[in-house]
């Protein structure tokens, strides 16, 4: 069982920045394909960004790719979630999940994620 711990929520202003992390338990961090999701209120959880093992693939929901940057850091056994431009849609709690089947290099798929975070609430006011 991995643990996962996000932290760096918050409020912002919109068109603001928030740089969200998710540090991992145990020695082998650098084996799972990692993912960010986010449930916003009233809302189903739905999928953010996702990372291979390596972090040189990734892969966005469209309406977040080009201002969040998906990147991981293997020897700190930390995942990031950089958000830029930040809009009041963004608002949600955001979870991290760590696929550690090894089935696949990037996954877009609550049911592809086997280990979840607790989550961090971002508010963006307009």
């Known amino acids: 069982q991995v643990q996962l711990v996000e932290s760096g929520g918050g409020w912002v202003q919109a068109g603001g920045s928030l740089r969200l992390s998710c540090a991992a338990s145990?020695?082998?961090?650098?084996?799972?394909?990692m993912g960010w999701f986010r449930q916003a209120p009233g809302k189903e959880r739905e999928f953010v960004a996702t990372?291979?093992?390596?972090?040189?693939?990734?892969y966005y929901l469209a309406s977040v790719k080009g201002r969040f940057t998906i990147s991981r850091d293997n020897g700190k056994n930390t995942m990031y979630l950089q958000m830029n431009s930040l809009q009041p849609e963004d608002t949600a709690v955001y979870y991290c999940?760590?696929?550690?089947?090894?089935?696949?290099?990037?996954?877009?798929?609550?049911?592809?994620?086997?280990?979840w975070g607790q989550g961090t609430q971002v508010t963006v006011s307009s």
């Open positions: 145990g020695p082998t961090f650098s084996s799972y394909t």
């Open positions: 990372i291979n093992r390596k972090g040189v693939s990734t």
């Open positions: 999940a760590a696929h550690t089947k090894g089935l696949y290099e990037l996954a877009a798929r609550e049911s592809d994620y086997d280990n």
